[in-house]
């Protein structure tokens, strides 16, 4: 982990998280108290059951979020990118933080003090309520993955966790390219999909030779996302 400096008015994530309604006071108060730092691929941000003593706000990169079982089996709760916050719930509910954020690329994010955002909650209606939308897009991720987890099956849960990797990491600049632009382990996908890795690869392997995606290296490419779709009996 690198400490840099970033200014909030040049921060890309400004434009699209909490920040946007902040106030040029409040922008200013957060940009004084915040520190930010530069994480390499694989290194943790926060870990679980630690306290949190304020929140994240990604500027750049991926990361994902993961719990561990009494065994120390991880199972990956969610993705978060450019421009989400993290650590809000355990902060707002004042309890252990759930997950470890892991980067999964380089990632900038920057550490807003508990003080600071308790207090943008407490007096900035629109960011309060945008903190409510959050929490409930969250359960609503949650119910519609134990829905999926309950009724799908594993070649299902597959090719809707290929569209939804696709939505999450594909390239703005490249929206006809189909390529998933991140590079996942074959255990990570298992572990989204909820099933042993042997069994992802040779899905992978049927799904390609049926022509449904592509593999360049680790990386996949989606070529039939209708067949995707209606595998996975998604409405995406």
Avoid at 206 to 211: A, G, P, R, V
């Amino acid at each position: 982990m690198q400490k840099i400096y970033l200014e909030c008015q040049h921060c890309d994530a400004g434009s699209i998280s909490f920040l946007q309604f902040c106030t040029p006071e409040e922008k200013e108060k957060v940009s004084m108290s915040k520190t930010c730092s530069h994480y390499k691929k694989g290194q943790a941000m926060f870990y679980e059951d630690n306290i949190p003593l304020g929140i994240y706000c990604l500027s750049k990169g991926s990361v994902k979020l993961t719990r561990s079982n009494k065994d120390g089996k991880e199972q990956i709760i969610r993705f978060a990118r450019d421009g989400e916050f993290l650590g809000y719930r355990a902060l707002i509910a004042d309890e252990p933080l759930v997950a470890t954020a892991t980067c999964i690329e380089d990632t900038i994010s920057c550490f807003i003090p508990k003080s600071v955002f308790m207090e943008l909650v407490e007096k900035n209606p629109q960011i309060n309520k945008m903190m409510l939308k959050s929490l409930c897009h969250d359960l609503g991720i949650a119910d519609e993955k134990i829905q999926s987890l309950a009724q799908k099956s594993v070649r299902e849960r597959l090719a809707e966790t290929l569209l939804f990797l696709h939505q999450t990491f594909h390239l703005e600049e490249q929206t006809l390219d189909n390529l998933i632009a991140v590079t996942l382990p074959r255990e990570d996908i298992a572990n989204i999909v909820g099933t042993a890795t042997e069994t992802v690869i040779r899905l992978l392997s049927e799904f390609k030779n049926d022509k449904l995606i592509d593999m360049e290296g680790k990386k996949i490419r989606i070529l039939n996302r209708q067949a995707l779709e209606k595998i996975s009996h998604a409405s995406v």
